[in-house]
């Protein structure tokens, strides 16, 4: 062998431990590998972007879109003193009889005390995750932190169709009207509306009814999984649990807060169940792919 392939060959065995250690140090570079994934669990649909800081810490940035979808949902509407339903209809005419035409109320009052209600989720939210490994050479266990960023309403709830409840609205201004005071003192007419525990909620102006359920906008997030933000192979899949920490939710109806100690059991099914969480349970799976 001539001594030129020889001192070739030195050469190159001396460069290979710099050259792999070079490599190895560029890995642990901030940024130095990227990933783009797409998750699903209980936050619905998510996509982010994701990259290494050091071997021991990655980080993740996105967003959970809930797609749009409406539940149905019927509220029962009562007048305040608990008449019978229609027996306020036997003075309807009497009534009238004192208002102008435009303030009298419809026989049609009677067909709307049971409407359906159409129940919007809107969790779609932000996020910003960090996830950091305890043993980075020996497992992709990791230990997760950061935040979920939101609008704060987690639940809305209107009329399913819109201004449906005018004919109440009327009825409750008709019995503010000292032109039919009169007849509201002579048969005690009562206001119309939904009774929930100490609160008595009347349709606004439009004839709707808007209740909202509002948590923290900003949501700390604490959890654990196995997988990492960027794979060692080209795709990889990375699986989360933890919890989303909401704050104390807050009940709106109208515009008006209601303190669950006053609404008692009477707050109907669905907001009662979201008015008690304060924690939301996060279970997602994962699939990344790694860019470079």
């Known amino acids: 062998m001539s001594m030129k392939r020889k001192l070739l ?24 590998h990227m990933g783009v994934g797409v998750s699903v669990g209980t936050t619905a649909l998510g996509v982010n972007v994701s990259t290494v800081l050091t071997p021991w810490m990655g980080v993740r940035a996105g967003i959970n879109v809930w797609p749009m979808f409406k539940l149905g949902h019927a509220m029962h509407f009562r007048t305040a003193d608990n008449w019978e339903p229609g027996y306020y209809l036997q003075h309807l005419d009497e009534l009238n009889a004192r208002l102008s035409a435009e303030e009298r109320v419809l026989p049609t009052i009677d067909d709307i005390m049971d409407v359906n209600f159409k129940v919007h989720p809107k969790l779609t939210a932000g996020h910003l995750l960090f996830d950091i490994f305890p043993f980075p050479t020996r497992s ?15 639940v809305y709830v209107h009329n399913k169709r819109d201004g449906i409840l005018l004919p109440i609205t009327m009825w409750n201004k008709a019995i503010d009207n000292p032109e039919a005071h009169p007849v509201v003192e002579k048969y005690n007419l009562p206001r119309i509306g939904l009774a929930l525990g100490d609160y008595f909620i009347t349709p606004d102006e439009e004839g709707n009814i808007n209740a909202k359920i509002r948590v923290s906008g900003f949501r700390p997030y604490l959890g654990m999984g196995f997988g990492r933000p960027v794979p060692h192979k080209r795709i990889g899949c990375q699986f989360d649990f933890g919890l989303q920490f909401w704050g104390r939710p807050r009940v709106y109806v109208n515009g008006e807060e209601l303190k669950p100690e006053k609404v008692g059991d009477d707050l109907d099914d669905i907001l009662s169940i979201v008015s008690r969480i304060r924690v939301f349970p996060v279970l997602n799976v994962r699939l990344v792919g790694r860019i470079f």
């Open 140 to 154: 992709s266990f990791h230990l997760t932190g950061g935040a979920h960023l939101g609008t704060g309403t987690v």
């Open 9 to 32: 060959i030195v050469s190159v065995l001396i460069l290979m431990p710099c050259s792999i250690a070079l490599a190895q140090e560029e890995d642990n570079l901030p940024f130095s």
